[in-house]
């Protein structure tokens, strides 16, 4: 958690709240409150069919739909966060998004560059989450969307929702058997949506290869400076739940 949590630790210090202890045997009080999609998370495991890519790829891939899409249906709440109104969404809007995904699926993803990819996985990873909620609305919970295989499974993660140069992908597949492991960023926790109100907030813009550090930085940025993800009350910092399950991922030993 090394940088994010420095981040965090200048947030305290500007917050007028009783002083926090911190002694050398307990650096950090993790109280672990966060709405979030899941009891625990899987382990990054490479796909190592999705580590092909052309290094000199000077071939981009189109965004901007997506881009348009999310800056006409998010709204941003006084509270910080970032809503889609699912019954507001028109079924011209929703053929848009699927036009959007379906063109993603058909992209030949080995024949670009590592950026080109990068964004290409994230994008395609948030878009399929809205569709996904969009096709099973109105739910309560995207935890309530069992269509998951397997009997003790629950929600939609490990479901094959898409298909990529023939073949099927889950959610789960795109987040941790390729973004966590292929590209090691702990930044993907906050780029990565879960359509959940404890998570990082979905990006009012498509991600684009040419400015991912600095997206991904805002994205942290956002998550950090907000209640869901750091706060402190009655003395104690409290931290989102995605420090304590991706905690290898931020650096934690």
């Not at 190592?48 to 881009?67: G, V």
């Not at 950026?115 to 309560?140: D, K, R």
């Not at 269509?147 to 094959?160: L, Q, T, V």
């Amino acid at each position: 958690m090394k940088k994010f949590l420095r981040a965090a630790w200048r947030k305290t210090a500007r917050l007028k709240t009783a002083s926090i202890a911190i002694t050398a045997l307990t650096a950090l009080l993790f109280v672990l409150t966060a709405t979030a999609p899941a009891l625990a998370a899987p382990k990054a495991d490479l796909w190592p069919f999705w580590e092909r890519h052309s290094p000199q790829s000077t071939a981009q891939i189109d965004h901007s739909p997506w881009d348009r899409w999310l800056k006409q249906h998010i709204r941003r709440g006084d509270d910080g966060i970032n809503r889609i109104a699912y019954a507001a969404i028109t079924p011209a809007a929703h053929a848009e998004l699927q036009n959007y995904i379906n063109a993603l699926q058909q992209t030949d993803i080995a024949s670009h560059g590592r950026a080109q990819q990068f964004a290409y996985w994230v994008n395609l990873y948030n878009a399929a989450t809205v569709a996904l909620i969009l096709a099973h609305y109105p739910v309560e919970s995207i935890r309530n969307i069992n269509i998951s295989p397997g009997f003790f499974s629950r929600g939609p993660w490990d479901a094959k929702l898409l298909q990529v140069a023939g073949e099927a992908l889950s959610l789960n597949d795109i987040e941790h058997r390729i973004l966590r492991p292929i590209w090691r960023d702990p930044r993907i926790h906050y780029a990565v949506n879960c359509a959940s109100i404890g998570c990082p907030n979905l990006a009012a813009s498509a991600y684009r290869a040419e400015r991912m550090p600095e997206m991904l930085d805002q994205a942290a940025q956002d998550f950090i400076n907000h209640p869901r993800g750091v706060r402190v009350e009655a003395g104690k910092l409290h931290l989102s739940s995605i420090y304590d399950w991706y905690g290898g991922d931020f650096g934690a030993t």
